[in-house]
């Protein structure tokens, strides 16, 4: 019954900004941890942002830290992630992902089709 559908995405220069939404769907997110992932041309998809829906707790990727912000909107179930000082080697399609955890183990794993951002020069 979980769905996430991204949006966002588009191009903009070295330097700049966007800003990333993930509406997500379902009965209760409390024992979910959501988080963006992103995969470019030739490259693994790799994690770049987490929140624990329960309590706001947040991680990143170092290649991200002090650039990015992901965010929850509780009341509309949004993920957000605002990305700055974009550098190309950010250019990917990026992915929102729900995992549910039960006691430490996984129990459902849910994606969106992802959003491209590409960065330029």
């Known amino acids: 019954q979980v769905q996430l559908v991204e949006s966002g995405g588009g191009e903009v220069q070295t330097g700049g900004s966007l800003r990333l939404s993930c509406a997500a769907s379902?009965?209760?997110?409390?024992?979910?941890?959501m988080s963006w992932y992103r995969q470019a041309p030739g490259k693994e998809r790799e994690f770049v942002a987490g929140?624990?829906?329960?309590?706001?707790?947040?991680y990143y990727a170092d290649s991200v830290k002090g650039r990015f912000t992901i965010s929850r909107d509780g009341a509309l179930k949004i993920i957000y992630l605002q990305m700055n000082t974009l550098k190309s080697d950010d250019t990917a399609v990026y992915y929102c992902?729900?995992?549910?955890?039960?006691?430490?183990?996984?129990?459902?794993?849910?994606w969106g089709q992802g959003t491209q951002v590409t960065v330029s020069s």
């Open positions: 992902n729900a995992d549910q955890m039960e006691g430490g183990i996984l129990t459902g794993a849910y």
């Open positions: 379902g009965p209760t997110f409390s024992n979910y941890a």
């Open positions: 929140i624990r829906w329960s309590d706001n707790m947040t």
